[in-house]
């Protein structure tokens, strides 16, 4: 639960609201404050070095990622999708419509609650990635998942 609650709090964080001035009218009325909607702002543009796409998303909060500093985490699987990948796509209870790993780490992005890794928990995974991520930025995520491989017996 700690963990849970550790991973909303840096979502909420993540998504909090700057203030911005809307810029002063020909009037000379002294400028209004406006908040900016958390939904048109990036998480990551994808320009971003691939660490920082990781931790700015919050992927090491929950999943222990290779390479990627801090990224320790327990709730989620372990991201060595260059070996847990194609597993996943012929597990029994998969219903996804991916057909390659690539296609896989993808589809989990964007609709997580599709497959659930067995042994972690269900609707953890945020289902607003989707939209918070830029396409390049989930495509940096996948070519760098992919080739991680299991060196150390992690499943």
Not at 38 to 57: N, Q, S, Y
Not at 64 to 81: K, S
Not at 90 to 101: E, F, K, L, N, W
Not at 102 to 115: A, C, Q
Request: net charge positive; proline share 11%; aromatic share 6%.
């Amino acid at each position: 639960m700690v963990v849970v609650g550790l991973v909303l709090l840096y979502a909420l964080w993540m998504l909090r609201t700057p203030a911005v001035l809307k810029p002063p009218s020909d009037s000379g009325r002294t400028p209004t404050v406006t908040a900016v909607s958390p939904d048109k702002i990036p998480l990551v543009t994808g320009d971003e070095p691939v660490k920082d796409i990781f931790t700015r998303a919050g992927c090491p909060v929950c999943h222990t990622i290779p390479g990627i500093p801090g990224a320790m985490g327990q709730v989620g699987p372990p991201l060595v999708l260059g070996t847990t990948g194609a597993q996943r796509l012929i597990d029994p209870s998969y219903r996804g419509q991916a057909a390659t790993v690539r296609d896989y780490i993808v589809e989990s992005i964007m609709n997580p609650g599709v497959f659930v890794v067995p042994g972690y928990p269900e609707r953890t995974m945020p289902t607003w990635y989707g939209t918070k991520l830029s396409a390049l930025a989930v495509e940096k995520i996948a070519d760098y998942l992919e080739r991680q491989t299991d060196r150390s017996g992690i499943k």
